[in-house]
């Protein structure tokens, strides 16, 4: 059972920049990230494969947030830039050993971290 946990999360200003981590207890082929905040769905933000060269992301994040990750050290990142206040939103990492289409869609993962508040302040 691999493990994820999070942080990196906290309050900034609208036009900063947080970078969240995911540390996970072992290998996983498809990692990704998630937001969420109360009353609504959880919502895709982007997803890796293994190289670290394919990914994915949504449009509201493009240009803005890079996803990445360090397989030697079984880490995953997100690096947030130029924040907005629609952006502040509890973050979850997810992963999946099994999953070889590696898309931001909630359903598709299996495991997750317990998730790291992000609020962004006009």
């Known amino acids: 059972q691999v493990q994820l946990v999070e942080t990196g999360g906290g309050s900034v200003q609208a036009g900063g920049s947080l970078n969240l981590s995911c540390a996970a207890s072992?290998?996983?082929?498809?990692m990704a990230w998630f937001r969420q905040v109360p009353g609504k769905e959880r919502e895709g933000v982007a997803a890796?494969?293994?190289?670290?060269?394919?990914?994915a992301y949504a449009d509201s994040v493009k240009g803005r947030f890079t996803i990445s990750r360090d397989n030697a050290n079984n880490t995953l990142y997100l690096q947030m830039n130029s924040l907005k206040s629609e952006d502040s939103a509890m973050y979850y990492c997810?992963?999946?050993?099994?999953?070889?289409?590696?898309?931001?869609?909630?359903?598709?993962?299996?495991?997750w971290g317990q998730g790291t508040q992000v609020t962004v302040s006009s």
């Open positions: 072992g290998y996983s082929y498809c």
């Open positions: 997810a992963a999946d050993r099994a999953l070889r289409s590696c898309l931001p869609k909630p359903g598709w993962y299996n495991t």
């Open positions: 890796i494969y293994p190289g670290g060269s394919n990914t």
